[in-house]
C-alpha cells in the first residue's frame, strides 16, 4: 500500500519512462533466454505500471512498445516465420492482447480516482468530507512539529439554519448550505480547505497562518457570509471557534474537540461572534480583541476571546 501511494506521487513522465526501460530491459532478458521459454507474461507488468499509473495513452504507447519489443527479440534470436504475414498476425494479437489490458486497468484507475472523490468529497455541496479533512488536519499536525509551522483551524455552524428548514423547505435549506461553500472558497485563499462535517456544520484548514492573520482572514469570511445571507434574505447567522496551533495537539481529534468547545462558547455567548483561541506549549488565550472585534460575548468560557463581527 506504500509503495503504491508513493508511486501515485510520482510524475507521469518518470513512471512512463521507467516502464519503457523496464519493457527494454525484458526484450533483452528475452533474447537471451531464446525462442524456447515463454516470457510474455513479464511485459504485462509495465504494462499495467504505465496504465494504473499514467493513463490510457501511457499504457497504450507501453503495449505497443512490448509487442514490437517481443517480435525484435524472437527475429533476433533466430526464430524464423514461415512467412511475413504470420509474424505480423501473432504481432498484431499481441498488440490487441496488451492494449485490451491496458485499457481495462485504465478504467479499473478511472473508477477508483472517481470512487476516492466521491469519498472526498460532500455530495451536496462540493466541499471536502469529514474524514478527508480529519486526514488533512493530521498531516498538518505532523508537518507543524516538523518544520515548526503555524496553522488555524476554523469550526462553524449556522444559527437559525433549522428555521429555514421549518419555514422554506429542505431544498431552500440545501440551497443555504451550497451558497455557504461557494462563498467560503470565494473568500478565502486556494490553499485554504473547506469541508463540510455534517449537517450545517463545516470547518475550514487554514494551513501557515498565525494568530493575526487568521482574525483578518476570518474577519473577511465573516463579512462574505452575512452578506450572502442578506441577498437572499436568509435568517441565519455564524457562530464560529477559531484555534490557532503553534505546538498542535496530538492528534485531529483531539484539535476538533478543542476548537468545536470554541463554536460552543461563541454560540452560549450570544451567537453570530467568532472566539479564537491559541495553542502554544499549552493553552493559552489570545491577547485583548483587535479593533473592529467588539467585546468578548458573556457566559462561561474557560479559554480565549471572541470577536463579534
Known amino acids: 500500500m506504500h509503495a ?8 507521469k513522465a518518470a513512471i512512463l519512462l521507467a516502464m519503457l526501460l523496464l519493457v527494454g530491459l525484458l526484450g533483452l532478458i528475452d533474447y537471451s533466454t531464446g525462442t524456447e ?13 504505465a496504465a494504473f499509473f499514467v493513463g490510457l495513452r501511457g499504457g497504450i504507447l507501453v503495449a505497443s512498445t512490448s509487442a514490437l519489443t517481443w517480435l525484435f527479440a524472437e527475429l533476433l534470436g533466430g526464430h524464423l516465420y514461415s512467412s511475413v504475414p504470420i509474424g505480423v498476425w501473432n504481432t498484431i494479437n499481441r498488440l490487441l492482447s496488451f492494449g485490451v489490458m491496458a485499457a481495462l486497468l485504465a478504467a479499473l484507475r478511472a473508477g477508483y480516482q ?7 468529497s460532500d455530495v451536496l455541496t462540493g466541499a471536502r468530507s469529514r474524514r478527508r479533512f480529519l486526514e488533512l488536519v493530521e498531516v498538518e499536525i505532523a508537518r507543524a512539529r516538523r518544520f515548526q509551522r503555524t496553522f488555524t483551524v476554523v469550526h462553524f455552524d449556522l444559527d437559525g439554519f433549522k428555521a429555514v428548514n421549518d419555514r422554506l423547505g429542505h431544498s ?9 461553500v461557494d462563498v467560503a472558497r470565494e473568500t478565502l485563499r486556494e490553499t485554504d480547505v473547506v469541508a463540510r462535517l455534517g449537517g450545517d456544520e463545516f470547518a475550514i484548514l487554514l494551513p501557515e497562518t498565525e494568530a493575526p492573520i487568521a482574525r483578518g482572514v476570518v474577519g473577511k469570511l ?10 437572499h434574505e436568509w435568517p441565519v ?20 474537540h478543542l476548537v468545536d468547545c ?34 468578548a460575548p458573556s457566559g462561561p468560557r474557560p479559554r480565549g476571546d471572541s470577536g463579534a463581527r
Do not use: N
Not at 521459454?37 to 505500471?49: E, K, N, W
Not at 472517481?114 to 472526498?120: G, I, P, S, W, Y
Not at 431552500?172 to 455557504?180: A, M, N, Y
Not at 465573516?222 to 441577498?231: D, G, P, R, W
Open 262 to 295: 470554541l463554536t460552543y462558547d461563541a454560540k452560549t455567548g450570544g451567537k453570530d461572534t467568532a472566539v479564537y483561541d491559541v495553542v502554544a506549549a499549552r493553552l493559552v488565550s489570545m491577547t485583548k480583541p483587535q479593533p473592529g472585534h467588539g467585546a
Open 237 to 256: 447567522s455564524f457562530s464560529l471557534g477559531v484555534l490557532t496551533c503553534i505546538d498542535p495537539p496530538q492528534d485531529a481529534d483531539e484539535l476538533m
Open 222 to 231: 465573516q463579512v462574505s457570509l452575512a452578506e450572502a445571507m442578506q441577498k
Open 37 to 49: 521459454i515463454a516470457f510474455s507474461v513479464f511485459y504485462f507488468l509495465p504494462i499495467a505500471g
Open 172 to 180: 431552500e435549506g440545501d440551497t443555504v448550505l451550497r451558497i455557504v
Open 4 to 11: 503504491f501511494a508513493w508511486l501515485d506521487r510520482q510524475p
Open 114 to 120: 472517481h470512487q476516492k472523490e466521491l469519498a472526498d
